[in-house]
């Protein structure tokens, strides 16, 4: 069965279709031919071109999570509501991650280059007095992982666009409960640093970082606990 995706008029939706899906940005292997199919975890799944990747390349289970109504509404209308045992098992929640529960306004995008809205990239909005902001509530990634998923994460894709670094080190079930790790972040030189020895406390202890073209200072990552390699291209 192929689902029928939606994509909105005057949006980026079809780049970041043929970015994530098609292109395969996150350069995730295939897990077709492996006996155990992977579980993954979509933090900031957007419009669920991610959890499609995974799916295609033979994910057991997608857990996806998207705060923003806007796109969840959409990711919704792309995987629809399949029970366990469909043809692809999606659970799709509609929260967000941070370092404590809370609930955040993120403001509607922008009109860009007078041409489309930038949904891939919502930013918490500093005027939530005004009649563009959604309310997301927001929870930390244990509660995450404990309540809405409950089982070993084999990929986890973390790509948020805000907190990355911090929501990852004040996570105490990461170290046992996730395998690999992906996404998208913006470091400096110092930051790389960081990053990679936070990752390193937390048990990953393969980490690499590649400069996403065109976007000066921001990096795709793959981190693992064991060979990258058995996950990511």
């Not at 806007?70 to 991650?97: D, E, K, R």
């Not at 404590?100 to 860009?112: K, N």
């Not at 972040?185 to 936070?198: E, P, Q, V």
Request: contains cysteine; hydrophobic residues 40%.
């Amino acid at each position: 069965m192929t689902p029928k995706l939606t994509i909105r008029s005057f949006t980026n939706d079809q780049y970041c279709l043929d970015k994530v899906f098609y292109s395969n940005f996150y350069r995730m292997k295939g897990f077709k031919e492996v006996d155990k199919k992977p579980v993954v975890m979509d933090i900031g799944a957007h419009c669920g071109y991610f959890t499609f990747a995974a799916l295609s390349l033979g994910a057991k289970k997608v857990y996806a999570f998207e705060p923003f109504a806007p796109n969840y509404n959409i990711l919704m209308a792309n995987v629809g509501y399949n029970p366990m045992g469909s043809p692809f098992a999606v659970i799709t929640q509609q929260l967000g991650v941070y370092v404590a529960p809370i609930a955040l306004t993120f403001g509607y995008p922008e009109l860009l280059n007078q041409s489309y809205f930038d949904y891939a990239n919502v930013g918490m909005d500093t005027n939530p007095t005004s009649a563009e902001f959604c309310k997301c509530c927001m929870l930390t990634l244990d509660t995450l992982l404990e309540h809405y998923v409950g089982e070993q994460v084999d990929i986890m894709k973390l790509s948020i666009g805000y907190a990355e670094m911090v929501i990852i080190e004040s996570s105490t079930l990461i170290k046992d409960r996730v395998h690999n790790l992906c996404g998208e972040i913006a470091l400096d030189d110092a930051g790389i640093a960081k990053f990679k020895s936070i990752l390193g406390v937390k048990g990953f202890i393969d980490t690499q970082l590649f400069p996403v073209e065109g976007e000066e200072g921001k990096w795709l990552f793959h981190s693992s606990k064991k060979d990258r390699k058995e996950a990511f291209n």
